[in-house]
């Protein structure tokens, strides 16, 4: 499995990752063990999760009761500040609540640091300085390893980061955004953002809930039990329009005239572009795991991105 840094964070994670957004949910203890392990075993050294997967907890809790000593051998990524109670009380990235929600997240994975902590969502009530001074100091404290942030805007990240700069903090190293063949809205403001500063992009919806699979065919019924298929219809339909069917009919075609699966292609992109250190892929199945790290193989040429640029922009 090849390996590559987080930002200039100098800690190393293998180029695919697992994406533990299932445990809790769709796959209770047992399955995801199966999942977990399957992962480990084929080199995959990133685990990605945040508090809120799994019904508020249940991913966190199921990892930790199935890492047990391989705990070590990872990188263990989680997530802090989408509402943790129904009440909207437990949320934010207010220094008082960062301490609070990274405490409980340490007892439910049953690990003494979090190697990635990052912020699920910015907090516009909080000064983004008063976040960083809280995570700055768990990081002098042993207790997280590095930082990163999610769905920020770009003004956002670009102050985050000239925050850590001004101040001497602890800068973000990666951003974790919707990013995939069919979502490239970031390359436009985001990205160049990250590069200037050096931080790495990890892309959830990599395969687009799916639809980069191959599983599911335009103007078909959905197949019964995936993910879209039980999806409330407005997350479906982020997915399931006449413009991203249409993209997908064309990479449809290019794959099938060079021997290749779509799966393959949407990875081996994403793999393709120096800024993503690790792919980050849910599974239900271990042999979901087996796909995606086979997915990653194909090096695709500059006429192929050339090809690809055409299609999907």
Known sequence: MQKRKLGNSGIEVSLVGLGA?????????????LVIHRALDLGITLIDTADIYGNKGGSEEILGKVLGARRK???????????????GKLRGASR??????????????KTDWIDLYQLHRPDTQTPIEETLRALDDLKKAGKVRAIGCSNLSAAQLEEAMTVAQRHGLTPFVTAQDDYSLLERELEKDRLPIMVKHGMSLLPYFPLASGLLTGKYKHNEPLPVGTRLARSPPRHADEFL?????????????????RGHTLLELAMSWLASRPYIPSIIAGATRPEQVEQNIAAVGWTLAAAD???????TL
């Open 305 to 311: 991105l050339a090809e690809i640029d055409r299609i």
């Open 96 to 109: 008082r609540y960062i301490v609070q929600a990274l405490e409980a997240s340490l007892r439910r994975l």
């Open 241 to 257: 329009n006449e413009r991203n069917w249409r993209i997908v009919d064309a990479l449809d075609a290019f794959v099938a005239r």
């Open 21 to 33: 957004n299932n445990f809790g949910g769709r796959t209770d203890l047992e399955a995801s063990r």
């Open 73 to 87: 051998d990872i990188v263990l990524a989680t997530k802090f500040g989408l509402a943790m109670d129904d009440a």
